[in-house]
């Protein structure tokens, strides 16, 4: 899902684009931080006139610049490989471990005045203690008419003669931003916040919300069956007049259950997802 909008706050939540390769990036090894100008320092004719330099607003961008192998979107589905951790998520390493990140599914749509759904169902395969498996997943989105929400049901089944041992997770790309200190940033059920500029993780979940403080609003995702969720601010290195510098586009979650399913059985686990006022 790429297009999401809450037409009312004129608030385009699915815009985040992906991390890509810019003309200028080969110039970012040699970036350096600007020096503090020193009006009474005395003139060295040795040293680079600040005009030749390649500048940047702080220092370890070039190790910040990873690009995205796929669009960005949500209600991408992924399952983990044994050694994903946060870290492999933030530098677009994790869920390659079967290949529904960029499987084509079956799609089918029905709607009446009152409510509009879209199922979408494919059997892939998943690597499992080094062995593929069969899997089936069906994902329903439904929406009703005038609503501020929608919600959806994810359905996974394992198909193959062995156990099934492994992380489902479902990735979201929302575009939230803001500082701390406007009131925005990620709210948690027991009253825990943690700013955008950085990345995180908290196992037990069952909601999140994304504040955005300009906005007076959030994104709040809630999910009924406990789960951990990884986060990070999805940036990219720009360069501008001032030099290079980080530009945060969006946030980038995944919401992550551990599997052990039997062959023939299944897991089943719902979203919705709301557009609310915060004061």
Do not use: C
């Amino acid at each position: 899902m790429h297009e999401l909008s809450d037409r009312e706050r004129g608030w385009i939540l699915g815009g985040v684009l992906a991390r890509r390769t810019e003309a200028y990036h080969h110039r970012l090894p040699r970036a350096v931080v600007a020096p503090p100008e020193d009006d009474d320092a005395p003139g060295d004719e040795t040293s680079q006139s600040i005009h030749d330099l390649v500048l940047a607003k702080e220092a370890g961008l070039a190790k910040r610049l990873i690009v995205d192998t796929d669009r960005r979107g949500s209600l991408v589905d992924r399952f983990l490989g044994e050694t994903d951790d946060l870290a492999a998520f933030v530098a677009a390493r994790a869920g390659t471990a079967s290949d529904f990140g960029r499987g084509i599914y079956e799609a089918s749509v029905a709607s009446d005045p009152d409510r509009a759904r879209a199922r979408l169902v494919r059997t892939g395969t998943v690597w499992s203690g080094g062995e593929p498996r069969s899997v089936w997943v069906s994902k329903e989105l439904s929406l009703a008419a005038g609503a501020g929400e929608f919600s959806v049901v994810y359905r996974v089944v394992n198909q193959g003669p062995a156990v099934l041992a492994a992380r489902f997770a479902v990735e979201w790309n929302l575009s939230v931003a803001g500082a701390e200190d406007t009131g925005s940033g990620y709210g948690f059920p027991d009253g825990g916040h943690a700013p955008f500029s950085e990345p995180g993780e908290r196992s037990g979940l069952r909601e999140i919300a994304l504040r955005d403080g300009a906005r007076g609003a959030a994104a709040r995702l809630v999910w009924d069956r406990e789960a951990t969720v990884w986060w990070f601010p999805v940036e990219t290195i720009s360069l501008s007049e001032q030099g290079f510098e980080r530009v945060t586009q969006g946030q980038a979650l995944l919401v992550i259950w551990e599997l052990q399913l039997s062959p023939g059985a299944g897991f089943e686990a719902g979203f919705s997802v709301a557009i609310e006022s915060v004061s």
